[in-house]
């Protein structure tokens, strides 16, 4: 099982839904940084205001067990 910490820095008002992007990040991640996305046990996610140039996704997998 594992953790997964995500920090979305966006600019603008018009932004997606956090839950849209965690959706495509996790998928994104699938197979690469775990197995499949059913080993997912913790989420926790964060969507920031940013300027423009610094528009970035932090992401952080910790194995739990």
């Known amino acids: 099982a594992v953790q997964v910490t995500a920090d979305v820095y966006l600019y603008g008002k018009a932004v997606p839904d956090l839950d849209n992007i965690l959706k495509s990040l996790l998928d994104g991640m699938n197979g690469v940084l775990y197995l ?26 910790k194995e739990l067990w």
Do not use: T, Y
């Open 36 to 61: 499949d996305d059913k080993q997912v046990a913790a989420i926790h996610a964060r969507r920031l205001s940013c300027p423009k140039a610094e528009q970035r996704v932090e992401v952080n997998v």
